[in-house]
């Protein structure tokens, strides 16, 4: 009789459980990219039920403009995604592959019109980048000088306009808030450092965090700017993109018979979103519209007039983008690229 303990018929192997195991994550982890992928679809069709009555009166006014000029402001509406793809690049030491970073902005552009203050936009370059192998401190510090270019270069854009072509700006009392409005203004300006500061100096965890992201945006942007293929896309590609965005205006505008130059639809565009920039809203929707509709119509534009070229300018950069930006972000989370 043979002393060897007998094995024991019912105990499975023990590789049985690991294999299961490793057999149910990818089928999870391909489940739950599938439904991300989903999700920019249904945060569309929810918007568009939302909205629709923007949407019809939009389509209703555009249908009697002349369509080649309104094309030629969808082509300029894309060419917006490679100036942001350029500014991207610029903001980063690191390599990026140039298609799928234009597929990045495209799919970021339809991101950015679903939550307030760019931030669809930065959560989908964040991800981009993270997936490129970029460090989050590095990532975090190039949407951070991303976002203070764009907002900068818009100032000089505006003082060459005034000094180059005095005669497109309207008087300034129909550019800028006067009264409580300037004071109102004025504070928010001034406070919101101010505000900032004290918040890092009240809460102590904060301190070391912030810190170490300034230090670390200071060090890129010295190190970017030593570097002619760097910073010359940061700084060419921000100032383009707003020109880009005021040339859809000028297309609409000219589709729809608007009694304005080129020079000063540019101009009207250009002021309106630099004052309304400061107002955190879902791809700027409101603020700048309001703030376009009013510069409009300092420079005599029937208000009727000015309100559907603010509404073709948003069909255009907006609802006729939108649809192929969710299809490329919905793509991109698919492969495995966001």
Known sequence: MSLLPLED?????????????????????????RVLAVLPLLFLAVWAAVDWHAVRDGVTRLAAADPWWLLTGLLFTYLGAVAA?????????????????????????????????SIGAHAVTLRFLRREGVPLNRATASIALYSLVRAVVKIPLVLVFVLAAPTTVPPAAELFPQGRALFLTAACL???????????????????PALDFVRTALTDARRLHTRPTRFLPLWGGAAAAPLLQACVVACVGTALGLPLSWSQLLFAFLAASTAAGVVPAPGGIGPIDAALVLTLAGYGTPLPLATATVIGYRVLTVWAPLLPGMLVLSAMVQRGRL
Not at 85 to 109: K, M
Not at 190 to 208: G, I, S, T, Y
């Open 9 to 33: 018929p019912a105990s499975p192997p023990p590789s049985a459980t690991p294999a299961s195991d490793e057999r149910r994550r990818p089928s999870a982890s391909a489940a739950t990219r």
């Open 85 to 117: 793809a350029c500014v991207r690049q610029g903001a980063l030491t690191d390599r990026l592959p140039p298609g799928a970073l234009l597929a990045s902005q495209i799919a970021a552009g339809a991101a950015n019109h679903l939550l307030p203050a």
């Open 190 to 208: 001034v406070l919101a450092p101010v505000a900032v500061a004290a918040l890092f100096a009240v809460v102590r965890p904060l301190r070391r």
